[in-house]
């Protein structure tokens, strides 16, 4: 993740199997290695990545992260889980699930706290 944030494009693949999958549920993108690679390394206006969870055990991991990224209404926040498989020592296996952080929640889908 430290190659990301530091937008070392170039050290990516080796962190990454060549049978490498990304699956963004979100989206229901699915990517290759290189195809990842150059998404994140063309993604607009991507400024930061930085991990806030990360817990794993033998050949799974699960990450937390905050993206920010600039456009023209100014920072972007977003909200990642990461859920990684390795094989070989590398990533072979990713899924990806975003969300816009100043995203409400729809309406209806809370308890009104004032009625506690």
Known sequence: MIAIDEHRWD?????????????????????TRDAWIRFNAGYPGFERLVVEDLVGEDDASACRSHVTSRADEGVLNFACASF?????????????????????APAGTRVDRTAV
């Open 11 to 31: 050290d990516l693949a080796q962190y990454l199997h060549p049978e490498f999958r990304c699956l963004l549920v979100h989206t229901g993108e699915v990517f």
């Open 84 to 104: 990684a498989r390795l094989r070989d020592g590398v990533i072979v296996e990713l899924t990806e699930v975003w969300t816009d952080m100043e995203r409400q």
